[in-house]
């Protein structure tokens, strides 16, 4: 079992920063990829960034590539989504995931083996 426990959300007014943490605990030696993943009101859960546990290989979805950065600290069996630029239309519950298995793509959600409980952002305009 892995546990999962995200931390940083909060409110921010457009043009801000946020840093959302998301600390593994459990059997984080099974983990491959760790994710983050966002749902909006009365939208699906869409992909945001993703990185291997391992190996240097980072993903990002069009919407926050080149305004976010996915980074791990494997000491502390963390990851964090650095989001900068934010825009009213990131406001999300954000949530980390993680799969014990790597493909080639892992930008979707049924590929994740566990979540967490989520962390809410808003963006203000």
């Known amino acids: 079992q892995v546990q999962l426990v995200e931390s940083g959300g909060g409110l921010v007014q457009a043009g801000g920063s946020l840093r959302l943490s998301c600390a593994a605990s459990?059997?984080?030696?099974?983990?491959?990829?760790m994710g983050w993943f966002r749902q909006a009101p009365g939208k699906e859960r869409e992909f945001v960034a993703a990185?291997?546990?391992?190996?240097?290989?980072?993903y990002y979805a069009d919407s926050v590539k080149g305004r976010s950065t996915i980074s791990r600290d494997n000491a502390k069996n963390t990851v964090y989504l650095q989001m900068n630029s934010l825009k009213p239309e990131d406001t999300a519950v954000y949530y980390c995931?993680?799969?014990?298995?790597?493909?080639?793509?892992?930008?979707?959600?049924?590929?994740?083996?566990?979540w967490g409980q989520g962390t809410q952002v808003t963006v203000s305009s």
């Open positions: 990185i291997r546990w391992s190996y240097s290989n980072t």
């Open positions: 995931a993680a799969s014990l298995y790597y493909r080639a793509y892992m930008g979707s959600a049924s590929l994740y083996d566990y």
């Open positions: 459990g059997r984080t030696f099974s983990i491959d990829t």
